[in-house]
């Protein structure tokens, strides 16, 4: 498949996405944060920048530090197990959409972030 559109998407715009999504679930924009910062290594910071330079997915996703427990990311996301995603910049993306979707669920951050 050609994800090309998908690559070139700005973070900004698919964050503004997530966070009315965990909104309309009750959901806090810090634990979105707390979120995708275990994810990647980004501090709040390091975020809005990447938001304000209107960074791409692929960009951002370039200049991340993925967490070593992310192989822990596990189900279907969009229809499709994430295990059996080949390309690797589209398993990171669906990583992030997964822990957004745990978030909008109710499911316990600690849960999350794969720490107990």
């Not at 993306?93 to 997964?98: A, G, P, T, V, W």
């Amino acid at each position: 498949m050609d994800y090309t559109r998908l690559y070139n998407m700005s973070f900004a715009s698919v964050y503004d996405l997530y966070l009315k999504k965990i909104e309309r679930k009750e959901r806090t924009k810090e634990e979105l944060d707390a979120v995708l910062s275990w994810l990647t290594g980004f501090s709040d910071e390091q975020f809005q920048t990447l938001m304000t330079e209107k960074h791409t997915l692929k960009e951002f996703f370039e200049v991340a530090e993925i967490h070593p427990l992310a192989g822990l990311i596990k189900g279907k996301i969009c229809g499709v197990q994430i295990e059996e995603i080949q390309d690797p910049l589209m398993k990171k993306i669906r990583y992030m959409d997964k822990l957004v979707d745990e978030l909008a669920k109710g499911k316990k951050i600690e849960k999350i972030l794969r720490t107990k």
